[in-house]
């Protein structure tokens, strides 16, 4: 196709009337990004497991609330036991409190019994602006503090707050620190100020599409957005759209080698990319919706959120970025711009699959070659003793005074509670029984282990330690009575979650249809759901992933060997995130449903390279047989996967400047698997295998049983028969 062939508007009017349409989804959805708060939720109901004894125990907690309130626990604290003159002082608060008119009543000051500090219960009416009311509570208690005290402002309300104000960076630190990170990388690899520019404009755009999309399924009641949720889908798209459009330009790079035509040249890289590109992002789709199976809610939110992403990903890489290069042209690259080789040049005659390279790559192609048994065993050990840290692996959940890792004065707060007060008495466990078995269950609940104290709750009482405890009245509601049973261990703690199994038991040798609920019990569950969630969703993931692979390759042998290398990738991963977690980091232990976010991203996002990887293999093995193809597609997409992979390990390591402790886990678990996927079993394990295999990792398709160098005798008798 020469340049005066091209039509007017497949030049010109297509990919500016592309552009123009982008313009206008980034113009609408670039300041929706602001109002995601709007739909967003990080109150404990958005992670709850869906359908554990711990939410159903909550649901009917909230009926024996009169109205939504929070408490926050206000500690005023000593190193020496109050003066009489201190303590008057510090009941003072009490008037200052009520003052700010937060919610009702305002609790206490109840002493502890050591007597070095006291606690007020303080209702805060207005979930929605829970932020600002405990700023306005800290700002008036701090100061108010008598001389020598200090004054912490924690429970629910405190937590809630602080974990808020934790997740604030999501929107504009995150966010720049990715594109940032991306750019520079950009940079290096294209020595250009132009291309990483128009790359990173197709992710920025793609994300302002993915906002968009989310903030209107949100808005319809579809999907829950979280905090969490918010923090992954940005990353994700800018790694998955910065993956496409790398991709994308080399192909585009390539073809400019081949034509002057520069629309010709879009249209070729287009088709050469459309497939990879499309079942790259199909798979990770599939696998994100996977987490729909969860029974954890936090895990079935991210799913169709992250899906999105990817979706306006897929979208932008395949339309805007290939009108921005239509319209770009060779001035794409500047300085360097790919020049047109000669026709002799353009299509090099291979035997080997060496021929033509140089550098780094030639030399890799070389010893796979040479040594491929030697170089795919040598990997798989590797890999294996890497995988041996797993067994190091405490992801059963953490202490919520960890989740926080910044400076947090709620976290703080539940320390003192912890030193001065009844260990579990700022998160009692909830019992809900039948009201005609109440008091043999209240009876059975304060004998039972691990119990320090329990009563029923009482009519007009505030469901919270500290509140009145007169059992003459208890509140009943729908037949049903809410016990608050104290616990000797802090709720957070393993043997908390021991008391509570012990609880369950004991309470149902009463009322058969008695529940266990509260803090302790809620992570209990959120646990053991998420490792059910662990052994129904991998098996999901996986069959999926090998399906698709199998369309794509045409073959049974090589998707067979990609997810298992992409899994024994996933263990080693998982195995060094654990030695660097207990090690280094001095974490003490793993969300519980790290391992399952980990294995989403790494085997999806790894297989992506995989699917980089092969399907260039696949086409140059239809031209030049399996082995030399092998050689020639490791060769051509080292260096473009290479560069993708480090990438979209930048964006994830990005989420490590929010100082939440699951983003951070998660963080370092995705950006060390990407780079020892891309590195390691992409540049090595895969060539490897598939080169001993030789043309039988294409069976059961015709490729696998034609002779690995029967193309290039064709090639050469061309000549001839001219």
Known sequence: MNMQKVPFWLRWLVPVVLVITWLGIAGIGGP????????????????????????????????????????????????MPFTPA??????????????????????????????????????????????????????????????GMRTFVTGPAGLTADLVNAFGGIDGILLLVALGAVFVI??????????????LLTSVFALCAAILLVFGMAKLGWIQLNGQSQGILSILVIGAATD????????????????????????????????????????????????????????????????????????AALTLLPALMSLLGRGAFW?????????????????????????????????????????????????????????????NGVPQTDVILSASDAVDGQDALARHFDAGSGSPAVVVASQDSAQQVLDRVKTADGVGEAYLLAEGSVPITGAPRTPADPAIRDGKVLINATLDSAADSIEAEEAVK??????????????????????????????????????????????????????????????????????????????????????SGADATVPLFGFVFLVALGVDYN?????????????????????????????????????LAATFAALGVIPIMFLVQLAFIVAFGVLLDTILVRSLLVPAVAYDIGNRIWWPSRLGWTATHAAVPERDEEPAAR
Request: glycine residues 8%; charged residues 20%.
């Open 335 to 395: 300085p360097f711009r790919p020049k047109l080789l000669p026709d002799d040049e353009r299509e090099p005659e291979l035997i080997t699959g060496l021929e033509g390279q140089k550098g780094l790559w030639r030399g890799i192609g070389s010893l796979v070659s040479r040594r491929p048994r030697v170089v795919w065993v040598a990997s798989v050990l590797v890999l294996l003793v890497a995988s041996a840290g797993v067994l190091q692996l405490k992801a």
């Open 611 to 647: 699917i980089f990887l092969m399907s260039r293999v696949r086409e140059e093995s239809l031209k030049h047989g399996t082995r030399p193809g092998i050689l020639r597609g490791l060769s051509v997409t080292g260096g473009v996967i290479t560069s993708a992979g480090v990438v």
């Open 86 to 147: 201190q303590l008057g002082e510090a009941a003072e608060l009490k008037a200052d409190i009520e003052a700010l008119k937060l919610g009702s009543a305002v609790v206490g000051p109840i002493p502890s019994e050591d007597g070095k500090a006291v606690q007020f219960i303080v209702p805060i009416a207005s979930a929605d602006e829970l932020r600002e009311a405990v700023k306005e509570l800290r700002d008036v208690v701090q100061p108010g503090a008598p001389d």
């Open 502 to 587: 012990a609880l369950r038991l004991a309470v149902r040798d009463v009322d058969s249809e008695a529940l266990v609920g509260g803090v302790t019990a809620t992570a209990l569950d959120t646990n053991i759901t998420a490792q059910r969630d662990l052994v129904v969703i991998i098996p999901i993931v996986l069959v999926v992933i090998l399906l698709i692979l199998m369309i794509l390759l045409r073959s049974i042998v090589a998707p067979v060997l990609l997810v298992l290398s992409v899994v024994l990738s996933y263990g080693a991963a998982m195995g060094v995130s654990a030695w660097v977690f207990n090690g280094i980091f001095g974490f």
């Open 32 to 79: 929706t990004f602001g109002r995601l708060d709007e739909v967003s939720s990080n109150d404990q109901a958005s992670f709850l497991p869906a359908g554990a004894e711990a939410t159903e125990a909550g649901e009917w907690q909230a009926k024996f609330r009169d109205s939504e309130e929070i408490p926050a626990v206000v500690i005023v604290e000593g190193d």
């Open 186 to 199: 950009l940079l290096l690899v294209y020595r250009s100020l132009v291309l990483p520019l128009a790359v």
């Open 244 to 315: 496409y459009a790398l991709l994308y330009v080399a192909r585009f790079r390539e073809a400019l080698t081949h034509t002057a035509n520069r629309t010709q040249a879009v249209i070729t890289a287009w088709k050469a990319s459309f497939e990879p590109i499309l079942a790259s992002g199909a798979t990770v789709i599939i696998a994100l919706l996977c987490l729909l199976f969860s029974d954890l809610n936090s895990n079935k939110a991210l799913g169709p959120v992250a899906a999105a992403g990817i979706l306006c990903s897929l979208f």
